[in-house]
């Protein structure tokens, strides 16, 4: 019923304002025409509640975001890829929350981990300057290890038979085998306003690693 109501009152700006220019001639009719004064007649005609709850819908729509990141981890060596959400700001205009998981794959390490970080941006970039931003976060992680030491190849051998005993090598995303734990992330990084980011991800006190990565948030 409210929006048939918002509906007839701009179909009423509209004949009012169409009698006005046939009645004040050409040079109204130029003015009014014109998008500016379209505009203004149908924004006085939509109630307050409505233009609020509009103004609202927009801004929510801009504090909330999701993007993609990829890279590679020093100690220990892996590639890492993984996705996030982003609210914000929240707080402070500077502070942003970023969700995340990530999977990390490597010769010896395969690992898949949870970042709940909060990220603090230093200074408002603007048009296609890049900003620099700090964060911290926990991490919870799950890390599998799939080193073999040598001379365990003696171990499968069966000295009753002297013949070799068939062992079924573990998958490498077997995660039947793992550990599970809990670290801090320290995040220094830099964001352009289109949405593409680089920074560098040190967990420490859990899978302790260090991570260059490159990403992009919508």
Known sequence: MEGLLVYMRSFVAVVTLSAAVLLSGPA???QVSSPSAFGAAR???VPPAVQNAENNAEDL?????????????L??????????ATFGPIFNRGVSFRPGI????????????????????????TGDRWTPYLGIGPN?????RGFQAEGSDADNVDTDTDTDTDTEEPSRFDFSDTDFNGGLNFIVGMHSRRGTFFEMNATAY???NIRLLVGFTF
Request: a negative charge.
């Open 102 to 125: 990530e999977f990390g794959v490597g010769e010896v390490t395969t690992m898949f981990g949870v970042n709940l970080d909060l990220l603090y941006t230093l200074s408002e970039g």
């Open 43 to 45: 924004q006085a005609s």
């Open 28 to 30: 109204a009719a130029q």
């Open 75 to 84: 100690d220990p060596e892996i590639i890492d890829f993984g996705a996030h």
């Open 140 to 144: 919870f992680g799950l890390s599998h």
């Open 206 to 208: 859990g899978v302790s």
């Open 61 to 73: 729509a801009h504090r909330f975001g999701f993007g993609v990141r990829a890279g590679i981890g």
